[in-house]
């Protein structure tokens, strides 16, 4: 497989910070770009950071890649109004797909969520339903969707609500099976290497969505240990079946 290379925007955050390990670590990836408005305390030897103004980005400055992975997320604590959320949750996203396909960036991975829906009751759904109608308008190569559920893991802001949440999710996903498995909580390390690996398995369809289940059920990549070959069984013709021996079957 040839190597790839990535560009990670939204890399300080929850999921970001997961995936730019997952795919500085891994063996498919050659390197890897991180554009972002703070410095990056991740350090890496694939590893490529950039700091820079989002409202200020141009076409030059995303490198040529085959994956741009847009992890960026807010909340409506840290926005404090419902502009600031749409700015980083949907007009920064719209704007980045725009130059990645200006940019000749074959494959474009975005973060949304469960229930996305421009017609849903809740602020939050409403714009990631409208980030997702909007990035089917660009008309993307591949674009890959991520629709999560609750995500879960250690975050570096404490967040009450979530906190609660994650108590309660801890007790239910045990009991969420069948039908009910979609909606358990996702560890955020987890929709991180889902990322990389339904990058790495990478369809020729145009728009890819994944739900909280292709999520949950994506697994590590096994490697089939292969037993070597004796000298005394490689070289027993007779018993080979996978050779050929022309015997000779001519009379004296």
Same mark, same amino acid.
């Given at each position: 497989?040839?190597?790839? @290379?990535?560009?990670?925007?939204?890399?300080?955050?929850?999921?970001?910070?997961?995936?730019?390990?997952?795919?500085? =670590?891994?063996? =498919?990836?050659?390197?890897?770009?991180?554009? @972002?408005?703070?410095?990056?305390?991740?350090?890496?030897?694939?590893?490529?950071?950039?700091?820079?103004?989002?409202?200020?980005?141009?076409?030059?400055?995303?490198?040529?890649?085959?994956? *741009?992975?847009?992890? *960026?997320?807010?909340?409506?604590?840290?926005?404090?109004?419902?502009?600031?959320?749409? #700015?980083?949750?949907?007009?920064?996203?719209?704007?980045?797909?725009?130059?990645?396909?200006?940019?000749?960036?074959?494959?474009?991975?975005?973060?949304?969520?469960?229930?996305?829906?421009?017609?849903?009751?809740?602020?939050?759904?409403?714009?990631?339903?409208? *980030?997702?109608?909007? *990035?089917?308008?660009?008309?993307?190569?591949? &674009?890959?969707?991520?629709?999560?559920?609750?995500?879960?893991?250690? #975050?570096?802001?404490?967040?009450?609500?979530? #906190? &609660?949440?994650?108590? @309660?999710? !801890?007790?239910?996903?045990?009991?969420?099976?069948?039908?009910?498995?979609?909606?358990?909580?996702?560890?955020?390390?987890?929709?991180?290497?889902?990322?990389?690996?339904?990058?790495?398995?990478?369809?020729?369809?145009?728009?890819? @969505?994944? !739900?909280?289940?292709?999520?949950?059920?994506?697994?590590?990549?096994?490697?089939? =240990?292969?037993?070597?070959?004796?000298?005394?069984?490689?070289?027993?013709?007779?018993?080979?079946?996978?050779?050929?021996?022309?015997?000779?079957?001519?009379?004296?």
């Amino acid at each position: 497989m040839a190597k790839r @290379v990535a560009i990670v925007v939204g890399a300080t955050g929850f999921t970001g910070k997961f995936l730019v390990k997952q795919l500085c =670590e891994s063996e =498919e990836y050659a390197a890897v770009s991180v554009i @972002v408005r703070r410095d990056f305390a991740y350090k890496h030897a694939k590893l490529d950071v950039q700091v820079k103004d989002f409202d200020k980005l141009e076409e030059n400055d995303l490198d040529i890649a085959d994956d *741009l992975f847009c992890c *960026l997320g807010t909340t409506m604590k840290k926005a404090k109004s419902k502009e600031n959320f749409e #700015r980083v949750d949907l007009e920064y996203p719209l704007r980045i797909a725009s130059l990645a396909k200006k940019r000749g960036i074959p494959n474009f991975h975005v973060i949304s969520a469960i229930g996305s829906s421009k017609k849903s009751p809740f602020f939050y759904s409403q714009v990631k339903g409208r *980030l997702e109608e909007g *990035l089917l308008a660009i008309d993307l190569p591949h &674009l890959f969707i991520y629709r999560p559920s609750l995500l879960t893991g250690n #975050r570096e802001e404490f967040r009450v609500g979530e #906190r &609660l949440s994650e108590g @309660v999710f !801890k007790l239910l996903n045990p009991i969420l099976i069948g039908p009910f498995k979609r909606l358990r909580s996702i560890q955020g390390e987890q929709l991180a290497f889902a990322m990389y690996h339904y990058a790495l398995h990478n369809t020729k369809n145009s728009v890819n @969505v994944y !739900k909280p289940l292709d999520i949950l059920n994506a697994k590590p990549f096994e490697t089939v =240990e292969v037993e070597p070959i004796s000298r005394e069984e490689l070289f027993n013709w007779d018993n080979r079946e996978d050779i050929f021996v022309d015997k000779d079957t001519s009379k004296d």
